[in-house]
């Protein structure tokens, strides 16, 4: 690599590194072993990142690294990742108990728990719970023992594998990569190109809509416990598959409050992951109070761990997670390739978290559809006046988990620019089994952004990922804008 150095970690030492918008980087490891959040970097592989990446190369033994040059980059010697080896390694003793439980051999005494690690990760914003869940997914799959643990999203502040707006879970086999925040837990099925198979991710997700979860936490609620029962249907029938656990990653408002109300709706959530994923372990990050708060409620009937926040994670702000929010969508329908930083040769055939960078190419598909092909929701109103602000004697003529239709002719129907979740059909064909609110529990087949409407011809043009008719199909809208870029 032309402008590039080397620098030798020394063990227990982590690179970090922050991206500006047009710049790109490039690692290629030279020497040792090192890991970043938990993947493990191949020596003489060169990696690249860009799209505002904020991330970390970490080595137990020590290592040399060549890279090119980041827009901010430092070493530490502090770091929490020995806590969180430890985390691991008592999560691994669970799964070695319920797996020997679920081959009888030999059999658990009648006081030991043998249930796999079903783990719910809390903790203020910027505090590094996604980097934590993606660490300990990563040391479950290198593990060894063919482990594929479920990695469930349940903040819709990030998109995961898909658009944010949605909750997903997957259950995880090879190790999550970081390159773009676009794709903070690696590129899946849904957003990486056909050709590309290395990881062939297929998420169960569910569509909500907005970025906050007080903005309606009864469809959260609704929505979380969903997720859990079509996760548990899963393990149920693999039990195999079911010893490797799941790991839940959740939004930072479940960890703090700015009123009474939205603290009723934290425990609310926090409650719904508990039961809807049968969590068993609780990991606090760095948050005292809620530690506290989490022993007190849940203590006495599972395992309630703090485990320290990392001087690394980067504090986001507004603007930024905006960013991404677009960059996410954009993502979706286009992909998202990498352009190597100035310099680097071809020869390096630098990948971006083990795919080919540029390849990353996708053409989605631009229809136009006819006003009656597609039936569109909106859950609850559009913007929910508090109680307090209605008239005297008003009362709400729209729950907040209605399905109200949306009529694309009518002015201010809010369509235009709209991302929506086209939604899998229903299971029961009969229409007997069919109920009004059957929209919230079906998951999702894909999204769609609707770039015009033409209300004289009762048609409007979507962008897709692919082509297809929509005839027939519903979709759901949220509150997030599709914005070409
Ligand atoms: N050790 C580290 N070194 C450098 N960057 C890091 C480190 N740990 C985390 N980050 C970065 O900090 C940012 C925030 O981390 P992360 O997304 O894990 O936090 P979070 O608590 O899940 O955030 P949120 O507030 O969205 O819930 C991410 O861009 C992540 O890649």
Known sequence: MSHSKEWVLEPETEYRFELDPGNSLAIKLVRGHAEIFGAELAEGKTYLFAYECKAAVFTYQGCTIEMSTAST????????MYPYANVHLALEKMRVRAQRAQHGSPAPGPDEDAEPPRV???????????????????????????????????????????????????????????????????????????????????????????????????????????????????????????VAGLIVDTPS?????????????????????????????????????????????????MTVVKIPKSGGVVELDAHYRHRIH??????YMYGQPIHPPPGLPASANATAGGESALEAHLSPSSSVISFSDLTIYRIGEQSMAPSSALPIGATRTVSEMQPVQVDPAAPGSGLLNAVLA???????????????????????????????????????????????????????????????Q
């Open 253 to 301: 408002s479940f960890a703090s409050s700015s009123s009474t109300s939205n603290a009723d709706h934290r425990h609310m959530l926090i409650k719904a992951c508990v039961d809807a994923f049968r969590i068993n372990v609780i990991l606090v990050l760095g948050h005292e109070k809620l530690n506290v708060e989490m022993q007190r409620t849940y203590g006495n009937r």
């Open 120 to 242: 719910l990760v809390l903790g203020p914003e910027n505090a590094g719970k996604t980097t934590v869940c993606k660490i300990l997914v990563n040391y479950a799959v290198r593990a060894g023992q063919d482990w594929a643990p479920v990695y469930v999203n349940v903040d819709p502040g990030e998109g995961g594998w898909t658009v944010p707006g949605s909750i997903s879970a997957t259950s995880v086999s090879a190790p999550l990569t970081t390159a773009s925040p676009a794709n903070p837990l690696g590129s899946a099925a849904t957003s990486a190109p056909s050709t590309l198979t290395s990881n062939a991710l297929l998420p169960l997700v569910y569509w909500y809509g907005h970025a906050e979860t007080k903005r309606n936490p009864l469809l959260m609620d609704r929505l979380i416990r969903n997720l859990g029962e079509n996760v548990n249907e899963r393990h149920d029938v693999d039990l195999e598959g079911r």
């Open 422 to 484: 086209l939604l899998a059909p229903p299971q029961h064909p009969d229409e007997a089994e069919r109920y009004d609110e059957e929209v919230l529990d079906l998951q999702v087949a894909g999204f769609l952004a609707v770039t015009n409407i033409d209300v004289a011809r009762k048609r409007m043009t979507v962008l897709s990922p692919s082509p297809g008719s929509f005839a027939g199909r519903t979709a759901i809208m949220g509150s997030f804008e599709w914005t070409e």
């Open 326 to 331: 677009t960059q996410q969508l954009h993502t």
């Open 73 to 80: 980059e430092y070493v530490s010697e502090e770091t929490p």
